[in-house]
C-alpha cells in the first residue's frame, strides 16, 4: 500500500466516508438507553444492547489507518471523543515484551489503556477514575509481603498486604499524604497536645481505612465479582492475597484476565451510569475508543478481545467502550460467521454495515459464543496522493465525513446548567440558613439565650426589661450576676434529681413538686448585694427540701423545688402564669402549691388572682400588705400583717416616748411611698397612721417619689428619699419610714448629709431588714442609728440548735459565717416555714385518707386547718390560723424590734408575739385567743 500525503491526517481511500459515518454512529451515545439511535427498532429494544469490537483490516497500512482514526477522534466537534490509541507491537518500553498468551501481556495494555482514559487531554467530562481496576493492578503486581518488589516473611504476609493497601490509600488521598509527610508530621508533633498528634497522623487514617475496608466501593465490588471465585476464603485480605506474587502464578490465567477485564469495564460503566445527581454522567456524549494498532496472533491483542468478549458474555452488562482493532489479518472467530460478506468493500455494503451485524448478533448473540461480537471490515489500499481519483476521492468521501460531530448534552446537564444549579443551591442553602439562623436568633432572644434543644428553653422568656422570666426546672441559673446565687440554684437543682432519684426508689412516697416564685432570682441592673434576700428565702426552702431527702418515712413526702422568676416588682407574675405555670400544671400533676411572692405591689395582687383561677395555693413569705388576703381564699403567708406590724410599732414607740428614756415629742412623721402600685407601702403608711393616732401621736404624712425605672416616666412629682430625709433632720418626733430598703438607703444619704451628728428618731418597716442584714450596706452610714421591724428575733447561729440552720450548716456553709447578719431580715427562716407548711399538708392528707390524691386543691384545705395542736412551730415562730376557715393570716405572728447603733450593731430591743413557751415584751399589743380554746 502506498502511503498518503503527509498533509492529509486521515488516509484516503476508497469507501473512507462510509467508514467515518460508522465509527461516527457507533461512537454518538444517545440521550437514553445505550444503542445507537440511527439503527434502533423495537426488534434491538427487545434484545441485548452493546457496541460490537470491529476489526479493520487494511493490510500494511495498519498503523496509518490507526493514527488516522485518533486524529477523527481527537477533532471532533464540539469536543474530542476520549479514546487511547496503544500499538501491541510497541517494544519502547525498555523490559521483554511478555508472552502473548500470559495475564502481564494482557495487564500492560489493559494499563496502557486506563492511562489514557485518565488523561486531562480527554477533558474533564471523559477522564475515567480507574479505582477497581487500579486496585487488582495494585494487587496482581505486589508481592505476598504486601508490596512491589518486596519479600514476605514465613509469618503476618496477611499484615504485610495491609500495611502496603494502607500506604497506597494514604498515598491516594491528599489529606493523609500531608499529614504523614515527614515535614507535616514533625511540625505537628511540635505544635499541637501529644494527643492530637496522634490522633490526626495515626488514629484517624488507620480508622478511615478500616471504614474504607468494609465499605469501600472497589472492596466490595471485589468480593462481589464472579471471577476467581472471590468468596473462597471469604475475606477481602484472603482473596487480596491470591492475586498476589507468587500465588497468581497458580491460578487459572484465563480467569485472571477476565478479573481484570472485568475490574476495567466495571470503572467505564460507573463512570457513564446515568444518575440524576451526577449530571456529568449526560455529559459524556461520545463512547470511549479503544484503538489496539497491529492486533495479531504474536502478541496479546486476541487474548484481550476475547476477554472483553466473554466479559459482556457472561455479565450481560452494557460496556460503553467501543474496541477498534487495527491488523493485517481478521480474528479467524469473526471471519467463520461473516465469510459471505465479511471482506466486501466499504462502498457496497454502506449502512447494511452495522445493520448485518446487528441482525447477525441479535440471532446468535444468546448462544453466547464469541463470533457475534465481531465486525471485520476490509479496509482498500490507501490512495497515493498521484493517483487520478485521490483528489476526488478525499473531497467526496473523506472531507464531508471528515468532521466527527457529537451530540451536545442536555441543557440540564451542561456544565453551565451545573454551576447555576449549584449556585442556586448554594443561595437557597445560605438563605435557608441564614432564615435558620435567624429564627434561632430570634428564638435565643425570646428564651435568655437558649437554644431551642436546652430543656428549660420552652419554659424560659426574655422580658422587655432584659429579666429572664419563668420556670426553671433543669439548671438554669437566670443569668444571675450573683455567683452565691447561681451557687443555690445549682444545690436545688442537684436536690430535685436526688428527689427523683428517690421517688423511682420508693415510689410509694408521695412526689410533691413546689413552684418557688420570686420577684429577684435575676437582676434588673441592680447590685449582687440589694438581691441576697431573694437567695436567703431560696436556701431556707433549699434547706427544707433537703431535710426532706433524708426522711424516710413511707408518709413523708420526696420534695422538689422550681426556680421561678416574675422579674422585679413582679410586674411579669401573670405571664409567668398563664405562658409557663398553667402548661406545666397539665403536664406534671406532682405540681401542688406555689411559695415566695416577693413585694405587696399591684402586680403581685394580680399574680395571685392568676394563681387562683389556675387552682395552686399560695404560702407567701414576706408579703405583708393588708389587702392581699382580699386577692383570693387560696392565699396565704406565714409573716404578719402590716396592721400587726403598725400596732407593734405603735406600741413600741409609744414605750419609748412614755418611758422618757427619750426626749421625743409625741408626734410621728409616717413616710411612705408615691408609687400608687406600691400597695406595701400605702397600706403600711394607713395603718401606722391609725396606730400611732390611737396612741395619742399626732400624725404627720409625707411621700417621696422613689427613681423610676430605666426609660419609665416618674411616678409624681414629690421629692426623691434623698430629700425627704434632709427635710427629717429638725423633726422632733418619730420618724417611721413605711417604704422600700434601697429608699431607706437613700433617706439615710440625706440625714447624714444635713444632720450625721443630731440625727432624728427613725423606725423603719419590716423592708428595712433587707438594708440591716446586709452588713456591707448596712455599715455604709455609721453614727445614723434606727429601729426597725423584723420577723424573726433577728439572732441564730449554725451550731444544730434549729432544723434550718443545721441543715444551712451541711449546704451552705459559707453562708453561717454571715447568719448572724442575715438572720435580721428573715427571709430564710421564712422560706423554710412555707415549704414546712406545704410538707406537713401532704403527711396530714396522707396519714388521714392515704389513697387521696394529692390535688392543689386537697393541699389548700389541708393548710386552712393548721392550728391549735396542728399549729408549726416554725422557724419564725409559731404559725397558727386561729381555727377560723377563711383566716390565710398566722395569728399573733413573730415580730421583733430591732435596734442598729450608731456602730452598725444590731441588738433587739424586744418581740411581740408567740415563739414557743417564751413571753413577749410587756409594752406589746395583748395576745389573740385562739378559736375552740
Excluded at 566 to 584: D, K, N, Q, Y
Amino acid at each position: 500500500m502506498a502511503s498518503n500525503a503527509p498533509d492529509s491526517p486521515i488516509p484516503v481511500f476508497r469507501g473512507a466516508g462510509h467508514l467515518l459515518r460508522l465509527i461516527a454512529d457507533l461512537v454518538r451515545r444517545p440521550r437514553r438507553r445505550e444503542c445507537p439511535e440511527p439503527v434502533r427498532h423495537r426488534d434491538v429494544a427487545q434484545g441485548r444492547e452493546g457496541l460490537p469490537v470491529v476489526c479493520l483490516v487494511g493490510g500494511d497500512d495498519h498503523a496509518q489507518l490507526a493514527k488516522g482514526i485518533s486524529y477523527f477522534l481527537s477533532h471532533a466537534d464540539p469536543r474530542r471523543v476520549p479514546h487511547c490509541l496503544h500499538d501491541l507491537q510497541d517494544g519502547s518500553t525498555g523490559s521483554p515484551p511478555p508472552a502473548p498468551d500470559s495475564v502481564e501481556a494482557v495487564r500492560r495494555t489493559l494499563e496502557r489503556l486506563a492511562q489514557g482514559f485518565a488523561l486531562s487531554v480527554n477533558g474533564s467530562d471523559g477522564r475515567v477514575r480507574f479505582r477497581r481496576f487500579g486496585l487488582v493492578n495494585w494487587l496482581t503486581q505486589s508481592s505476598a509481603g504486601g508490596g512491589p518488589g518486596g519479600a514476605g516473611g514465613l509469618e503476618g504476609n496477611d499484615h504485610s498486604l495491609l500495611q502496603g493497601l494502607r500506604e497506597r490509600e494514604f498515598r491516594r488521598r491528599r489529606l493523609f499524604g500531608l499529614l504523614r509527610s515527614p515535614e507535616t508530621e514533625l511540625a505537628v508533633d511540635g505544635n499541637v497536645p501529644w494527643w492530637v498528634w496522634l490522633f490526626a497522623v495515626h488514629v484517624f487514617p488507620l480508622a478511615w481505612f478500616r471504614i474504607r475496608r468494609g465499605l469501600g466501593r472497589e472492596y466490595r465490588w471485589l468480593l462481589n465479582q464472579p471471577y476467581l471465585a472471590p468468596r473462597d476464603p471469604g475475606t477481602f485480605v484472603g482473596f487480596a492475597e491470591r492475586l498476589t506474587v507468587p500465588h497468581n502464578q497458580v491460578e487459572d490465567p484465563e480467569q485472571l484476565r477476565k478479573l481484570m477485564v472485568n475490574a476495567f469495564l466495571e470503572d467505564l460503566r460507573v463512570a457513564f451510569r446515568r444518575r440524576i445527581w451526577r449530571p456529568g454522567t449526560a455529559r459524556r456524549t461520545a463512547y470511549c475508543v479503544a484503538l489496539l494498532d497491529g492486533v495479531a496472533a504474536d502478541n496479546c491483542g486476541y487474548q484481550l478481545l476475547q476477554a472483553i468478549i466473554d466479559v459482556r458474555n457472561e455479565t450481560g452488562a452494557f460496556d460503553p467502550l467501543l474496541v477498534i482493532g487495527c491488523s493485517a489479518e481478521p480474528p479467524a472467530e469473526g471471519t467463520q460467521v461473516r465469510a459471505d460478506w465479511g471482506h466486501s468493500s466499504l462502498w457496497e455494503l454502506d449502512d447494511r454495515l452495522y445493520g448485518g451485524w446487528r441482525d447477525t448478533f441479535l440471532h446468535q448473540g444468546r448462544a453466547r459464543n464469541r463470533a457475534p461480537w465481531y465486525l471485520p471490515v476490509s479496509v482498500p489500499p490507501l490512495m497515493p496522493p498521484s493517483e487520478e481519483q485521490y483528489e476526488l476521492t478525499r473531497r467526496l468521501e473523506v472531507a464531508q465525513d471528515a468532521r466527527l460531530r457529537i451530540p451536545e448534552p442536555p441543557r440540564w446537564a451542561r456544565r453551565s446548567m451545573s454551576v447555576l444549579a449549584a449556585c442556586c443551591l448554594t443561595v437557597a442553602l445560605l438563605g435557608s440558613g441564614g432564615l435558620l439562623w435567624s429564627r434561632e436568633s430570634d428564638y435565643r432572644r425570646a428564651h435568655c439565650g437558649l437554644n431551642r434543644f436546652d430543656e428549660d428553653a420552652e419554659t424560659l422568656r426574655t422580658a422587655e426589661t432584659g429579666e429572664c422570666i419563668g420556670v426553671a426546672r433543669h439548671g438554669f441559673t437566670f443569668h444571675s450576676p450573683d455567683p452565691e446565687m447561681n451557687k443555690t440554684l445549682g444545690t436545688v437543682y442537684a436536690q430535685n434529681r436526688r428527689a427523683e432519684a428517690a421517688h423511682r426508689e420508693a415510689p410509694g412516697r408521695p412526689l410533691v413538686t413546689l413552684v418557688h416564685l420570686s420577684a429577684l432570682l435575676s437582676s434588673s441592673g441592680k447590685p449582687g448585694g440589694q438581691l441576697a434576700y431573694g437567695r436567703e428565702s431560696l436556701q431556707g426552702a433549699a434547706s427544707a427540701q433537703s431535710r426532706q431527702l433524708r426522711s424516710t418515712g413511707a408518709n413523708e413526702p420526696i420534695l422538689r423545688i422550681f426556680p421561678a422568676n416574675a422579674g422585679s416588682g413582679m410586674r411579669f407574675g401573670t405571664r409567668v402564669v398563664e405562658e409557663i405555670l398553667e402548661g406545666l400544671i397539665r403536664q406534671d400533676p406532682s405540681i401542688v402549691g406555689v411559695t415566695g411572692l416577693d413585694q405587696s405591689r399591684e402586680a403581685t395582687n394580680r399574680t395571685i388572682r392568676k394563681l387562683t383561677a389556675a387552682g395552686l395555693p399560695m404560702v407567701a413569705t414576706t408579703l405583708s400588705a393588708d389587702t392581699l388576703v382580699r386577692q383570693s381564699p387560696m392565699y396565704f403567708q406565714v409573716s404578719p400583717q402590716n396592721t400587726r406590724e403598725a400596732a407593734v410599732a405603735a406600741a413600741y414607740a409609744d414605750h419609748v416616748v412614755g418611758g422618757g428614756k427619750e426626749k421625743v415629742a409625741r408626734q410621728v412623721r409616717v413616710i411612705g411611698s408615691a408609687d400608687p402600685t406600691d400597695t406595701y407601702s400605702r397600706t403600711l403608711s394607713d395603718d401606722v397612721a391609725q396606730r400611732f393616732r390611737a396612741k395619742g401621736f399626732a400624725v404627720e404624712r409625707t411621700s417621696f417619689a422613689p427613681p423610676p425605672a430605666p426609660g419609665a416616666e416618674p411616678s409624681s412629682d414629690a421629692p426623691g428619699p434623698g430629700t425627704v430625709g434632709q427635710r427629717t433632720c429638725s423633726y422632733p418626733g418619730v420618724v417611721f419610714f413605711a417604704g422600700r430598703s434601697e429608699d431607706f438607703e437613700s433617706l439615710l444619704g440625706g440625714i447624714n448629709e444635713s444632720c450625721n451628728s443630731d440625727p432624728p428618731t427613725l423606725i423603719g418597716g419590716d423592708d428595712v431588714a433587707r438594708l440591716a442584714a446586709d452588713a456591707d450596706r448596712r455599715e455604709h452610714y455609721p453614727g445614723i442609728p434606727y429601729d426597725f421591724l423584723d420577723f424573726t428575733l433577728g439572732s441564730a447561729r449554725c451550731d444544730g440548735t434549729s432544723e434550718l440552720y443545721a441543715e444551712l450548716s451541711k449546704l451552705f456553709p459559707e453562708e453561717c459565717a454571715k447568719v448572724a447578719s442575715s438572720s435580721l431580715d428573715g427571709h430564710a427562716a421564712l422560706g423554710f416555714d412555707a415549704v414546712k407548711l406545704y410538707v406537713n399538708a401532704v403527711k396530714q392528707l396522707r396519714e388521714e385518707a392515704a389513697e387521696m390524691p394529692l390535688t392543689p386543691p386537697a393541699v389548700w384545705h389541708a393548710i386552712s386547718g393548721v392550728h391549735g395542736d396542728e399549729a408549726l412551730d416554725g422557724e419564725s415562730g409559731i404559725i397558727s390560723f386561729g381555727g377560723d376557715v377563711d383566716r390565710q393570716v398566722p395569728l399573733d405572728k413573730l415580730l421583733s424590734v430591732q435596734h442598729i447603733d450608731g456602730m452598725g450593731r444590731p441588738t433587739q430591743a424586744g418581740f411581740c408575739g408567740r415563739v414557743g413557751g417564751r413571753q413577749q415584751s410587756s409594752w406589746c399589743p395583748r395576745l389573740e385567743p385562739e378559736k375552740g380554746r
